[in-house]
């Protein structure tokens, strides 16, 4: 499947997005309000200019019938967050989810610009299923429900910038 950009502007300066994405549990509390549960920080370095975080938890999707012989609705996903403040200001990063036991990756970069007092925020992502004949089709339909994912991992962070 061909990558795919999603976008979302936070009505918060540029330093108060990088309070959020530099914080642990910004992303702990992001993935609690998407329903996700177990959720277990499994590594966290922090500096002024960079944060490294891997968070395991367990996440719940519905199935369609044909991705449902290859997937299992439950699944324990293991994600590694990497976010730098860079030189010029903006803000940077990439990303990777491994789902255990699934034939799935997603891997992406981030990216965060100011724009006035608010931030313009963008999300590049690229997803593979290493399923023979029907890999493509779960990977398209694994796009609507990422972008669903997106959605409410943006509306989190509008929450946390809202109560911070």
């Not at 609690?32 to 996440?59: C, P």
């Amino acid at each position: 499947m061909p990558k795919f950009t999603a976008t979302h502007t936070f009505d918060a300066p540029i330093e108060a997005v990088w309070a959020m994405f530099s914080d642990p549990d910004s992303h702990v509390e992001k993935f609690t309000s998407m329903g996700h549960r177990d959720l277990e920080v499994l590594e966290s370095s922090r500096t002024d200019d960079h944060l490294h975080v891997v968070i395991s938890r367990v996440v719940e999707v519905e199935l369609p019938g044909f991705a449902s012989k290859v997937l299992q609705p439950v699944n324990t996903v293991v994600s590694t967050d990497d976010w730098y403040r860079r030189d010029d200001g903006t803000l940077g990063g990439g990303f990777k989810l491994e789902t255990k036991g699934a034939p799935v990756q997603i891997v992406g970069t981030t990216s965060c610009r100011a724009d006035g007092d608010r931030s313009a925020y963008e999300v590049v992502l690229d997803v593979s299923v290493k399923v023979p004949i029907i890999g493509g089709k779960i990977a398209d339909w694994a796009k609507g429900d990422i972008n669903k994912q997106l959605e409410m991992e943006f509306a989190a962070g509008d929450a946390w910038l809202a109560g911070h």
